[in-house]
């Protein structure tokens, strides 16, 4: 059962917008190779607000996706695309359908 997720929100710096967003969509062969990640959602929540949702079935699963490409990726671009370090948020997953 998944019960465990990710929630990260990026920023993108002005101008960087399309970037993100390319950025982020570039990164689903990565997620679909990750045995433990269950879903993997990349998300535009407003004109430069970007986000990732993932979803685990153990702690474990999440770790080792906080520890894995996508995350060595991202904080290697951080500092050149977004206006702020990434927020990334451990959920606990109540219902899912």
């Known amino acids: 059962m998944v019960k465990f997720a990710l929630l990260a929100r990026l920023e993108a710096k002005p101008g960087k917008e399309q ?3 390319d950025f982020i969509t570039s990164a689903l062969p990565l997620a679909q190779q990750e045995a433990d990640t269950v879903s993997w959602y ?3 929540i407003g004109p430069s607000t970007f986000g990732i949702f993932d979803t685990f079935e153990t702690e474990a699963g999440r770790e080792a996706h906080l ?3 996508i995350a060595k990726a991202l904080m290697a671009k951080a500092p050149e ?5 990434p927020v990334i948020e451990k959920v606990d997953l109540l219902a899912v359908k």
């Open 67 to 69: 520890g894995g490409e």
């Open 42 to 44: 990349a998300l535009k």
């Open 81 to 85: 695309l977004l206006a702020s370090a």
């Open 19 to 21: 970037e993100v967003a």
